[in-house]
């Protein structure tokens, strides 16, 4: 009898690498099926994707760090793979993913679990949700020295409020808006659910896929909430399962490295790589730049094979 069917969910939105990733998921586990989420507009070849048998899921949905649109794009992305595919389970990573396992091994070890999510949890910030937080754009200096000074007086006053009032000033590539925090007259959820926070890359039954999108569509003070509170991705799906009876277990779908002090992880090299996964029992490895070295690759690769020659050097019996 045949194992239960994967779908890897990439929420990708830079198509450089994008073709490595699907074809090394489709070597290493054929009978997958591979659904690429991005942004209308953005640089992906459609035709392509279909050609390397993956589904690609165009969305209108504008998914920026720390927004609640990259909470709803990741919905939206599951429903649609799930309608798509009719998979079992569902695998989310990222388009700076790479495999740094055997998949099909990796897989076999879900079917015999049978768990119904595999969640990654992260250290709670309470100020993610004891703050309302949204965005704002403020006008842009044009004089560098004018830029700093805006921004050190913004993280100053910040400082000084911050019992009340927070402000995280960002002038990143393509993304202008700062994010701003205000106490909330009440310290606790409307709802009796306890805030949890994960990383938002996880794998999902079809089970935990429906639970997520009919509380979604049955409980809108939910998501009206967690529109309010910072970085919904690792907490607004996370907390929906985790208040459920679904079998819940702890583990990573993909592991990565963060240089002290920094909030996104690095980019791997193959020291870094060797080490951390070798650590690991995730199926994946992040983040790969678009560019990566070569030896980065020929790492991951080498693991994933050690992987499945692990594997079956446990399951054949010794010669007499």
Not at 147 to 168: D, E, K, N, Y
Request: hydrophobic letters at 45%; aromatic letters at 8%; one cysteine or more.
């Amino acid at each position: 009898m045949s194992g239960p069917q994967f779908c890897y969910v990439v929420m990708a939105h830079d198509p450089r690498g994008i073709e490595r990733l699907i074809s090394r998921i489709r070597a290493l586990s054929p009978a997958a099926a591979v659904a690429v989420r991005f942004e209308d507009g953005q640089p992906f070849d459609q035709d392509r994707l279909c050609a390397l048998g993956s589904t690609p899921l165009v969305s209108g949905i504008r998914a920026r760090w720390g927004s609640w649109e990259l909470a709803e794009a990741m919905l939206e992305a599951l429903a649609r793979a799930q309608a798509a595919t009719g998979a079992d389970y569902y695998v989310l990573v990222s388009g700076q993913d790479y495999p740094v396992r055997n998949l099909r091994t990796w897989e076999a070890e879900i079917a015999a679990a049978s768990p119904d999510a595999v969640i990654d949890p992260i250290v709670d910030h309470p100020d993610d949700w004891r703050f309302r937080w949204t965005f704002v754009t403020p006008p842009v200096p044009g004089h560098p020295f004018a830029l700093r000074l805006t921004r050190h007086g913004a993280w100053r006053l910040g400082t000084m409020t911050s019992r009340v009032l927070r402000i995280h000033p960002r002038f990143a590539d393509g993304d202008r808006r700062w994010l701003v925090g205000i106490a909330r007259p009440r310290a606790r959820p409307p709802f009796e659910w306890p805030v949890r926070k994960a990383s938002q890359w996880m794998t999902l039954s079809t089970s935990a896929v429906d639970h997520l999108l009919s509380t979604h569509r049955h409980h809108p003070e939910v998501a009206r909430w967690f529109r309010t509170v910072r970085i919904p991705d690792e907490s607004y799906a996370q907390t929906i399962l985790q208040a459920s009876d679904l079998r819940i277990e702890h583990g990573s779908t993909t592991v990565k490295k963060f240089p002290p002090g920094v909030a996104s992880p690095m980019w791997l090299d193959a020291p870094t790589l060797e080490l951390i996964a070798s650590a690991s029992r995730a199926p994946f490895a992040r983040k790969f730049a678009p560019d990566v070295a070569e030896q980065v690759i020929a790492v991951a690769d080498r693991l994933a094979a050690d992987d499945l020659t692990a594997r079956t050097e446990a399951v054949t019996p010794p010669r007499s």
